[in-house]
């Protein structure tokens, strides 16, 4: 009995440890899905993470974690973040807190925002930090939120869809066709306003909307390819007999070739990322596969119904040190690549699971699991024969520095003779670390963001991650005599705290801040205007108690509010039923509750608020 026990307990250990190896190498793996900056009109600039200095922001720029956004006067953005499209209006700044497969983190610091959630998982989570409040989208629909310049309000807009507002110790769900303002650090201080008309900013938002719902090429292609939109007006649609579903560019010279108009730059976690200088570029550069097809350049989309992983770059590098000193102008050493051709597998030079290797290639390309494992079992060695690899200008190469510093490629592209590519070896990635001009764009910027705008603490329910670059150089210095913005808080301690709230799932992070008072008992609506419902734990429901009700000072003479009924309480709250205020129909005269009636108030939600995961 003791040596079956033994060999029990031994094997639940192994079963154990294997597990643990399991979930360590999926943790590891990069997230699956990214934000593309891809629209820019006027001047915006970026400070990518752990830098403070701020560059001219690039079409086509992979967004990661750490990263900050800042759009001057009369300039404007959009952020595409696959299910969900950000707009960011003229003084309008933002910091990404967090980006991952099941949740989308970005800090307002101040401007305004038009959001438009086109999906949205059961288990996803996108939130908007201000300095007042976290918005959470909890519907497909249309928002719109502005911070003030000074970051003492936040303005809250739901069109369509529903969402959620937290705060220290109090929440609202606001439905359509609602607006809310909140001011200072207390949710409760809030303002039920009517919904304006849109603006010529929510209005240009549309238009881009409906021409992304007419896209043509959403016949082709996953849904979660980025950018696909952008297709087409650059290029046309055909079909192969060998590959099926082909998109031809005709905005491009005979002499083109896939990944050779743009430049490399350092993102984490994937490292070495292609960043295209077409409008188009974005789609072609991070999905599917590249054909040459009678002399004339086709790209192969992936499987329509499978989810589209995006990759830094798929292509494959080749480099040594007789490639290196043939087409460098010094002794630094230089650096091919060309485009995977269909069926070709992509190796990741970044550390990825078993699962995130295959993934990332059958979402790509119709390919056999059996030549993935193949691969994925031999990444220390790479003998195939690239079909890209031996067709004429496919190949581009550059010497070192160019490519290290973020250099425009075209500009010191290096031709390669055909019969020196059979002694060139093929590697995963360059084995070189970002230069010390490394940048988020191609040039310093000119207009910068106030000085204390991304300064401001903001009030988050979750703690987002860190993202401390592994092999990223020290931050850039400031020039002499030039204010280059503000500085980056540690990447340790980025100016975001958490409230005080029964509801947060982790354990927060205090800010190097003065505390804010213990959120009170909430107090009675203000006459005509809706109280804020109070979020309390799933796990913690108290006992009904009637309100505490504490008095006030009378409304000043003249200061109007907009008439709206009394809310109901958050999610998970017990609490008293109150008449609602006003004149308000009701079942019996004949007038249904409509969820979605934004002229009915904040609903009370009589079940018990789901935690976020």
């Known amino acids: 009995m003791q040596t079956q026990s033994f060999w029990v307990r031994a094997f639940a250990s192994i079963i154990g440890l294997a597990a643990l190896v399991f979930s360590a190498a999926a943790s590891a793996d990069p997230p699956s899905r990214v934000a593309r900056l891809g629209y820019l009109a006027g001047a915006v600039s970026l400070s990518v993470a752990g830098e403070d200095a701020w560059d001219q922001a690039t079409l086509n720029r992979p967004l990661s974690i750490g990263d900050r956004l800042w759009v001057e006067e009369g300039a404007r953005a959009e952020i595409q973040d696959g299910g969900t499209l ?27 925002l038009n959001l438009r959630v086109r999906r949205l998982a059961p288990n996803q989570v996108f939130e908007v930090i201000t300095p007042q409040l976290t918005l959470t989208l909890r519907q497909r629909g249309d928002y719109r939120i502005a911070v003030d310049p000074q970051g003492n309000l936040t303005d809250v807009i739901v069109r369509s869809g529903q969402a959620e507002v937290s705060g220290p110790g109090a ?59 952008d297709l087409d007006a650059n290029g046309v649609w055909g079909v192969d007999a060998t590959y099926g579903n082909v998109w031809y560019p005709n905005q491009v010279g005979p002499d083109w070739a896939p990944y050779r108009d743009g430049h490399w730059t350092w993102i984490e976690p994937w490292g070495w990322t292609w960043v295209d200088d077409a409008p188009w570029g974005f789609a072609v550069s991070h999905y599917g596969r590249w054909a040459n097809l009678g002399n004339r350049w086709a790209w192969v989309p992936g499987p329509m119904r499978a989810r589209a992983y995006y990759a830094p770059a798929l292509v494959a590098f080749v480099g040594g040190d007789n490639f290196g000193l043939a087409i460098s102008s010094g002794n630094g050493g230089g650096i091919g690549w060309f485009a995977l051709a269909p069926r070709e597998v992509y190796r990741p030079s970044y550390v990825t699971s078993r699962s995130y290797f295959e993934n990332v290639n059958r979402s790509n390309t119709v390919i056999s699991v059996s030549v993935i494992n193949n691969s994925y079992n ?62 988020g764009g191609t040039a310093p910027a000119v207009n910068l963001p106030p000085a204390r705008s991304f300064e401001r603490p903001g009030v988050t329910r979750i ?61 009675q609506p203000r006459p005509r205007a809706p109280e804020p419902k109070v979020v309390v734990p799933q796990a913690a429901v108290p006992a009904p108690l009637a309100k505490p009700v504490e008095t006030r000072a009378p409304e000043p003479a003249g200061k109007a509010r907009a008439a709206a009924p009394a809310p109901t309480p958050a ?17 019996a005269e004949g007038k249904p509750k409509d969820p979605e009636d934004g002229r009915d108030g904040p609903r009370r939600q009589e079940e018990r608020r789901k935690p976020f995961n």
């Open 86 to 112: 950000i707009r960011m209006h003229a003084s309008t700044g933002i910091s990404v807190l967090n980006l991952d497969d099941g949740s989308t983190q970005l800090q307002l610091t101040q401007g305004s």
């Open 171 to 229: 929440g609202y769900l606001i439905d359509a066709q609602q607006r809310y303002r909140f001011r200072g650090n207390d949710l409760r201080d809030n303002e039920f306003l009517a919904a304006p008309r849109p603006d010529e900013f929510d209005r240009w938002a549309s238009e881009r909307d409906r021409a992304l719902d007419r896209s043509v090429s959403a016949r082709y292609v996953s849904r979660d390819v980025i950018g696909y939109q």
């Open 378 to 439: 031999t990444r220390d060695r790479d003998d195939h024969n690239y079909a890209n690899r031996h067709i004429p200008g496919a190949m581009v190469a550059v010497p070192k520095n160019t490519f290290i510093s973020s250099q425009h490629v075209p500009s010191a592209a290096v031709r390669v003779a055909p019969e020196s590519l059979s002694r060139v070896p093929v590697v995963a990635a360059p084995q070189f670390t970002p230069g010390e001009h490394r940048r």
């Open 463 to 523: 703690v987002p991650p860190v993202n401390v670059p592994a092999t990223a150089p020290e931050p850039r210095a400031r020039p002499q005599g030039r204010d280059n913005g503000p500085q980056r808080a540690p990447v340790n301690a980025a100016p975001v705290s958490s409230p005080q709230m029964p509801a947060t799932p982790q354990a927060p992070v205090q800010p190097q801040q003065q505390a804010r008072p213990q959120p009170q008992p909430p107090l």
């Open 571 to 587: 999610q998970g709250q017990v609490g008293p039923k109150e008449e609602p205020r006003g004149q308000r129909a009701t079942p």
